[in-house]
Each structure stands twice: as structure tokens, then as C-alpha cells.
């Protein structure tokens, strides 16, 4: 593999035979010493063997070693003879991020700090296996899946505003039910409104650093202001779809004499009917993740309600943005000066478009699109803003948090989960888990620093920082 | 040869390597692999029990989707699994019992959580002294 440095972050990964375009790596210099970055590169020249993919297989800065597409990949294929690739979108399809602000401030929340989130552990099941918040009889879930977020709206359990401010509305098109297995409706049925396990989690934290005044102040955050952040998938319904598409797919690729270098890259020309139940389920799976998000938030607003003695319309709770970050979805995008159609795979990577794009929301809309990246357990995360540049040179994409450095079992040898609890509480962090011992998984030195990753793409310019959290309170899974 | 297995280490996910006499032994071990990230397996206690049968493309397809179905099981059913015990097992089919508890969360400590079984690198193989397979897990 012959790897060019193009720019002060930027890397470029010769196109050799039998990849098709370049591989293009967004990231700092320090990558190259990492364990595993010789595997995750393998990969992004991996993923640019594929047909149809357009331009350049992309890798952001928080890159990865993952199967098939690593983590932290984006790679558009062309909707007229490109594929469609479920590993490029992930087991955990839609997993993304959710940032609810409130109109509380730091001395408000720090005296009922504990309450507060032994009330969110009691409404907002987490880990393996408590059933979600959400009630649904036979047959409700696959019109959920169908609907989405606009599900909830008919129950009373979200507003027209949180839809607006989800991204596509809280709903994909094209999702049918019937292309959702038996298997997969019956592990999501009692999961809608939990949290998962892993590096899902729900964290109160507080705005303590305002980088971009005007785009702040569009997305309503500001200095010392609390805001919840929530971030999690599809849960069981998504890793069956995935799971169901996969084994499909394994023997699509040679029938229509795809040569794949990792048999996790299966795929199906898009058009093909492999291609279009795989869209159609993946839609579904999308969409429970964008009520799993909702169904979370609306527990959000109850424990808040309940902990301070008011309705959430009076305490502000209004959602800024939901992004996906394991999606692949159909865009048009400007390539060499001409309008294409393309199906954008972001597999670890955030949409990011920017201002004055018709997808984001009015109030919005000069500022660009919010992008919510989660950092590492209890250090930092940030809200940031899509470009132009973005739309330019990576089919508007960015990261989507830090990336992992340490393998799981690596983490837990350097410290036990106690410690890492220990050491959080110190520093002023209240930790709710049902799972102690992965607390050392998740801890903040298994992971790349999101303020490194977050320079890369405000330097290269593909999101803008606007606004850095700190946490408070971590509820995880 | 000795049965067993072995966690591998990977940045984000998990490797299982499991080895045996026969194949049937390796899907034991990696199923026996896979439930010991959902959940201790001594406090399971050996209660109910699910037949499973399933067909795959190819024998190490096999492993990786009966890794899942073991998966969708715990999830769907709230079982946790302690015994396995693969009774026929071709190039494309495979019919095994599996048996366990339902899951109680007073006496099951959960683990992290295992999303899927991937395709990544996926191996199963017949040595001089015995079958090993590797199946790279999605947590």
C-alpha cells in the first residue's frame, strides 16, 4: 500500500489494482503510530474495491479497525451501478447521537444532581436485559418501524419540533416491514425506549466553552447551560437485520461476479432485490433507533418533571439535533461539476451538511447542520456544524466521536471498573451502570482524545466547532 | 487434541477461537465462548431447553449463524443458555439442543452484550489433530 501525505491531515492511499479509486484518511499524524492503523487503512483500501464507489473511499480522523468497512468510513456508490454493502452501515444500524437542551443551569442541577440521575436510571432501561419504556402489542411495531418518530407524535410522546429536528424527520423512506424477519420483530418488540449496552449512554452534562457565538446561539446552547445527551441504535431489532442481511448477501456478491477481499463486505448491486429488501429493512431499523432516541428523550423530560416540580415546555426541553452515524442513504451530491445520485455509507461517520442545505431545519439553517459528537466517557463532547467543504469533499460527512485506541480486554487490565468509577466520582461525575466491570471498556484512555479528532475536522474544515460539554452525570449500559 | 477456547483481542470487537476433535465440538466451545460475554455461566442453571435447526451456505457460514440464532434466542426468548449440544451437523444443516434459564435479573449479572457474529476472517478448519474455527464478535 502506497500512502501519500496531500495536506497537513490528509492522507492519500494510492488507487493499485483491484481498488478502483483512492483511498483518502483524514487524520493526525500521530494515527501511524497507532496498534491496528496498518489493518484500518487495509480496510479503507478495502472498501475502495467496490463497484460503483465514487471518488474516493474515505476514513475520518476517529478511524478505526473494524470488519469489512472500518469504523470511521464513508463511501458514496453510484445508484446506477454501484452496491450497497450492509457492513458498511454496521450491525448497530442508525446508531446515533441526540443532544436535548434545557433552560437549566449548572446551579440548578449540581444540588439535585443524584436524584436526578437515580431518576433517569429508574425510567431509561439500560444493558442487556431490562424491556424498553415502550409498551407495543402485536403487530405495533412493524407501523413503528414504518413510521419512526412520527409513531410517538401519534401517542403523545413527541412534538412536531422534535420530528423537524431529527435527521430526515425522524423517518426514512422506503422502510417496509415486510422486509423485516420474524426473528429481528421479535427481539425488537420490548427494546423500544432502552438504552443498550457497550459505548451507548445517556449523559446530563453542561456547555463550558463556546467556540462559534452565532452558531450557538442558533442552536439555542449556551455557557453553563445543562443539556442530556443521548446516545444509542436499534438494539436487537437492527443487529438481527443486519445479522439477516449479511448471510443473504454472502452469496449474492459471487453469483454477480463481485470479488470480495473480505467476505464482511458482502453486498448487492443496488436495484437487485437483495439490494432493495436490505434498503427497505434498513429503513426500519432506522427508524426504530429514531424513536428509541425519542421514546429516551420523552423519559428525559418525565425525570426532569418529576425532580423539578415543572412541565418540560416550561423547562425548555427541546431537542437541538439527532444525527445518525451507521446509515447508508440515498443523496445527490455534486461529483466533478455534475448532480449524482449516489447512496452515501457512513459506517462511524456523521452527516454534516451545510449552510443553506434544504435538509436542515429553518431555524438552522445559516449556521449548517448540527453534528453531535460524543466524547469519551466522562471528558468531553462537542456540537459542531456542517460546511461547505464538507459538501465538497466527502459527500458532506464528518466524524462521529473519538474511536477506540485499546481493545476491550486491553482497558480492563490497565484498571478495574471500580477504579475508573472511582476516579469519574472524584472529579465531580456521577456514574449510574448496571455494569461496573465494562466501566474500564468505555474508560476515556480506551479511547483516541475527541478534542484531537475534533481539531482534524474543524482544520480540514468539514464541521465547525461551535460548543464543548462536559459531563455531569453518566448513566451507561 | 484438547477442547477449549480462547478470547482473541481486537480493537473494538472480540475474536473467538475454538478447537476440538470434531466440528461439532467447536460450535459447542464457540457457543459455550459467546454466553460467557453475556453472562456468568456458573449461576445458570439447566432448566428449559430449545431445539434449533438451521442451513447455511457452507459450514463455517454455519458457525457464524449459529452463533446468532444462539443470539436472537437470548434476546428474544430471555433465555440464558449453558449447554449445548449440536447433534447433527453437515456441510449445510445443522440441528442442535440448547439449554438454559430464563434470564433473572436478581441472579444473572449481565455482561456487556454481544450485537452480532461477523463474517470478518471467519475460519473453520479441519487440522491433523482436530477442527478450529474462529468467528470475530460485534460487542
Request: contains cysteine.
Amino acid at each position: 500500500m502506497r500512502i501519500e501525505r496531500t495536506a497537513e491531515f490528509t492522507y492519500e492511499i494510492a488507487p493499485e489494482p483491484p481498488m478502483r479509486v483512492p483511498g483518502r484518511v483524514y487524520a493526525h499524524a500521530s494515527l501511524f503510530e497507532q496498534a491496528g492503523h496498518e489493518e484500518a487503512l487495509q480496510q479503507v483500501a478495502n472498501v475502495a474495491t467496490l463497484p460503483g464507489v465514487v471518488t474516493a473511499s474515505i476514513a475520518m480522523p476517529d478511524i478505526h479497525w473494524g470488519y469489512g468497512f472500518p469504523i470511521g468510513g464513508v463511501a458514496a456508490m453510484d445508484e446506477a451501478d454501484g452496491v450497497v454493502s450492509p457492513g458498511g452501515v454496521g450491525f448497530d444500524i442508525n446508531c446515533g447521537v441526540r443532544l436535548v437542551r434545557t433552560s437549566l443551569g449548572l446551579e440548578d442541577v449540581r444540588p439535585r444532581l443524584e436524584p436526578l440521575m437515580q431518576e433517569l436510571m429508574r425510567r431509561v432501561p439500560q444493558g442487556a436485559g431490562p424491556r424498553g419504556a415502550l409498551s407495543l402489542k402485536e403487530g405495533e411495531l412493524e407501523r413503528l418501524a414504518e413510521e419512526g418518530a412520527a409513531f410517538l407524535a401519534r401517542r403523545g410522546l413527541a412534538t412536531q419540533e422534535d420530528l423537524s429536528r431529527t435527521e430526515e424527520g425522524g423517518v426514512m423512506p422506503g422502510a417496509e416491514a415486510a422486509a423485516v424477519s420474524r426473528r429481528a420483530l421479535e427481539r425488537g418488540r420490548t427494546q423500544v425506549g432502552s438504552l443498550g449496552s457497550g459505548n451507548h449512554f445517556l449523559e446530563v452534562q453542561v456547555v463550558d466553552e463556546v467556540v462559534d457565538e452565532d452558531a450557538a446561539s442558533a442552536f439555542g446552547v449556551g455557557i453553563g447551560q445543562i443539556v442530556v445527551m443521548i446516545h444509542s441504535g436499534s438494539r436487537g431489532f437492527g443487529h438481527q437485520i443486519c445479522t439477516d442481511h449479511v448471510a443473504r448477501m454472502a452469496s449474492v456478491a459471487a453469483r454477480h461476479g463481485i470479488e470480495l477481499p473480505d467476505r464482511q463486505l458482502a453486498c448487492a448491486p443496488l436495484g437487485s432485490p437483495e439490494a432493495r429488501e436490505y434498503l427497505a429493512a434498513m429503513a426500519c431499523a432506522s427508524n426504530f433507533a429514531f424513536a428509541n432516541r425519542q421514546m429516551m428523550m420523552h423519559e428525559v423530560r418525565g425525570a426532569l418533571e418529576q425532580v423539578f416540580q415543572a412541565s418540560w415546555e416550561r423547562l425548555g426541553v427541546e431537542l437541538v439535533y439527532d444525527v445518525a452515524h451507521n446509515i447508508a442513504k440515498r443523496e445527490v451530491h455534486v461529483v466533478d461539476g455534475r448532480e449524482r445520485a449516489v447512496r452515501v455509507h457512513r459506517k462511524g461517520a456523521t452527516r454534516a451538511f451545510g449552510p443553506g442545505h434544504p435538509d436542515v431545519p429553518p431555524e438552522y439553517r445559516a449556521a449548517g447542520q448540527p453534528v453531535i459528537i460524543p466524547g469519551d466517557m466522562g471528558t468531553e463532547s462537542w456540537l459542531l456544524a456542517g460546511t461547505d467543504k464538507a459538501m465538497r469533499e466527502t459527500f458532506g460527512s464528518t466524524c462521529h466521536g473519538a474511536g477506540r485506541l485499546l481493545s476491550r480486554h486491553a482497558a480492563r487490565k490497565v484498571k478495574s471498573g471500580a477504579d475508573v468509577r472511582r476516579e469519574l466520582e472524584d472529579g465531580g461525575v456521577v456514574v449510574k451502570t448496571a455494569s461496573v466491570g465494562s466501566l474500564a471498556e468505555e474508560a476515556s484512555y480506551a479511547y483516541k482524545d475527541v478534542a484531537d479528532v475534533v481539531a482534524v475536522v474543524d482544520a480540514v474544515g468539514l464541521s465547525r466547532r461551535v460548543a464543548r460539554m462536559r459531563p455531569l452525570g453518566v448513566l451507561k449500559g | 487434541m484438547s477442547v477449549g477456547y480462547e478470547l482473541v483481542e481486537h480493537t473494538a470487537d472480540i475474536g473467538v477461537r475454538a478447537w476440538g476433535a470434531t466440528p461439532e465440538q467447536v460450535f459447542e466451545e464457540a457457543a459455550r465462548a459467546l454466553f460467557s460475554l453475556v453472562c456468568d455461566p456458573r449461576e445458570v442453571d439447566e432448566r428449559e431447553t430449545v431445539e434449533i435447526k438451521l442451513e447455511a451456505e457452507g459450514m463455517d457460514l454455519l458457525l457464524a449463524a449459529w452463533l446468532n440464532e444462539l443470539l436472537y434466542v437470548f434476546e428474544a426468548r430471555k433465555l440464558v443458555l449453558t449447554r449445548f449440544d449440536v447433534r447433527e451437523l453437515g456441510e449445510h444443516s445443522l440441528r442442535a439442543r440448547v439449554t438454559g434459564e430464563p434470564l433473572d435479573l436478581r441472579r444473572h449479572v449481565l455482561c456487556g452484550g454481544v450485537k452480532a457474529a461477523t463474517l470478518h476472517e471467519l475460519a473453520l478448519e479441519q487440522r491433523d489433530d482436530g477442527w478450529e474455527g474462529f468467528v470475530l464478535l460485534d460487542v
